[in-house]
Structure formats: C-alpha cells, structure tokens
C-alpha cells in the first residue's frame, strides 16, 4: 500500500536530519562574491516578502499603517504605509500578496511582494504544468484571451485608475508555464488600478517587486508586463523556479537589460544550495532558467556576503544547476528532495513563510548584529505553505 504523500515527506525529512545527509559542499571558489550593500538588500528584502506570508493566514493578515504578526515592526519598516493585499484564492493558479509604499527617510519605494503558494502539494501539481505559447498581451486587458484565462476581477475597495497600455515586442517561439501565467493574470485584474495609482502619487518613488517560490515566478511576469507599460520595475526573487523555455527566458534576459554590469542590472534571482524548486520543471519537459543568478552555496542559516555569488549566464554549472549532478543524496538528484522544501526552499536569508514575531518564534538567525549575539535554533516548527 502507498505511503499517503504528507507521510513520505515528514519520513525522508527525518532521515535526513537523523544522518546529518545533505551537507553540500559550496561549489563556488573562484566567482565573485556580492558586494556587502547587495547582501543587506537582499536581506531586507527577505523579510518584505515574508510578510506576504501573513496575507491568506487565517486570523493575522496585515493591517493598516502596516501591521503584522511578523517584520512589520522592524525598524527599517517603519516608515512602510500600505496600499492593499490580495489574495486570489486557494487555487492552482492562486496568488496572495500586498502593496506597500515605503517613505523618506527609508528608501523611497512602492513594494509589491508575492508569497509563495498555499501548500506542498500544490507546489508539486503546479510545477508538473505543462507550458503554453507566451504571447505578451496587447493594451487592452480585458481581451477575450485574458479572460478565458482569468475572469475580469475588481479592486477589494472598488477604486484604483486605469493603467497605462501595454506594448511589448513580440516574444518568438515563446512558451510559459500555464499556472504560473494564470496567477499573474489573475493578480493583475485585482492590483493593477491601485498600483497605477500609487505611481501616479508617487512618480518618483522606484518600484520595487519581491517574490518567493511560486511567487518569485509570478513577479517575474509581473515584472515582463510592468515594463511594457513603461514603468522600470526592479525584480528580486528567492526560490524561482523554472518560468518557461530558452526564448522565454532570452526575452527576460534582454527585456531587463542584463549585462556584464552588474551594478546596474534591475533584475536578481536568487538560489540557495539544494532547494529543488529552481530546478523545476525539468529541463526534459522544455523549461530552463533566466540570468542574474545570486547563488547561496552555504548550505544552512545563517549567511554571511561570503556565501553568496554571482553566477555567469543562464545556467551556470557551478551554481543552482550544477547541484543534480554534485553530491547526489542516496542518489536522489536535487531537483527530487521534496523534502528540502521544509529546509533549503525556505532557507533564505530567514525561514520565510513563517507569519510569527520576527519571522521564527525561536529568533534563530540572531547573528546578524542588530538582532544579538546568540546562536537560534533552526529545528522550528514545520508548516504547509510555501
């Protein structure tokens, strides 16, 4: 008789904690490390997509000026104001995030972060889609095409200004993960008036997107059709997985303009040694990865700048795609350690997905000066949501 799945997953974690196994060793050497004013950008910005895990949680939620049960009280958030959450339902194609304008004197910006999807399970079903044409949607957002795929949706608050058309160059031989995209097109209906409006208050402020796991794809999207708007969105994300095919990602590549200049390129991908989801789906069903890899070669909390590297191209070997084939686990590729979904998956920079005080109840991740001295307890409590 077949293990139920929620049983197979806590059993494969308890091997591997009980045999200490999947201590991978950092595969980088020789690549840069990133400058350490990235590091605590990255580090902020790990925690403003943590509290997108607070939307959807029953009886927590975010609140305004902007309260929550987790980073809201931080020091570097007090000057957040909040614009609006969403959240689109426990769906395949579901989606649940906020907006935040963040004031002087923290850096000006207007934040929208996506949290990852509802549970483990949908995770697997969601990665396992197979991919559909990209076409980039004309300006007029109600086509017949978009609402076949997401029925016209409204503001919570019923107000928000229309936004500006889209115009993208066409995307040749393009194809995408279909839950992926029907998340974004789904969100967009819902957050696209408000956003428009918090640009038109704010025109100088940056605009900033966030998103972890199945939300770092649905920000990569995002950030696709914010461009073709005319805005010039930054995108951040933790735990991406594969979006869609090499044209796909070609498009990414040069719509945001990636280049050898790190300094000045507006879009970071963040992975984190032996989390599964960046390579997912598999390559052998036609999906594959973008450029602008930061790649955490640590493999548990807490981190320092020397864990974390720029990686060359889109798939670089000695970074996230080189770990299927460098010290395999009982010869379980990476890509199949779905129980690195607890650990490695959520492991960055903090343990996201926990809509708690601080982000862990335990406060394990108290190395960084302005949180303590002590060495935490990363054995925290587990929880459905990625």
Known sequence: MALPYGLLVHLLIFISRSLGADTQAPLLAANDTITRELFFELEELARIVDIAYCVGTAGLGIREPFECAS??????????????????????????????????????????????????????????????EYVPYPGDDDNDTSDFIAPSLRPANGHGEDPPPSDPPKCENCTVHMGFYSSWLNTRKVILPQLTEAIEQYPAYKLVLVGHSLGGAVAA????????????????TFGEPRVGNK?????????????????????????????????????????????????????????????????EGDEDPHCIAGTDAEAPSWGIPARFRFWELFFAH????????????????????????????????????EIQEL
Not at 262 to 281: G, M
Not at 300 to 308: A, H, Q, R, T
């Open 221 to 236: 999207l995002a950030g696709l059709d914010l461009k073709a708007r005319g805005w010039d969105p930054k995108v951040t």
């Open 346 to 381: 959520r492991d960055y920079f903090w343990r996201l997905g926990l809509c708690v005080p601080g982000g862990d109840p335990r406060d394990w991740y108290r190395k960084y000066p302005k949180h303590g001295d002590g060495d935490g307890d990363d054995d925290v409590q």
């Open 247 to 311: 044209e796909l990602m070609a498009y990414i590549n040069a719509r945001f303009n990636i280049t050898a200049d790190r300094s000045r390129n507006k879009f970071h991908r963040v992975t984190h040694t032996s989390d599964p989801v960046p390579l997912l789906p598999l390559a052998e069903w036609g999906y594959t990865m973008h450029s602008e890899e930061l790649f955490i070669s640590a493999p548990s909390l807490p981190f320092g700048v020397e864990d974390i590297h720029h990686c």
């Open 71 to 132: 980073h809201c009280g931080d020091e570097d958030f007090k000057h957040f104001e909040l614009v609006t959450t969403w959240n689109t339902g426990p769906l395949l194609s579901d989606s649940c995030g906020y907006i935040a304008v963040s004031h002087p004197p923290s850096p000006p910006r207007i934040l929208l972060a996506f949290r990852g999807t509802y549970s483990i399970a949908n995770t697997i079903v969601d990665l396992s889609t197979i991919p559909q």
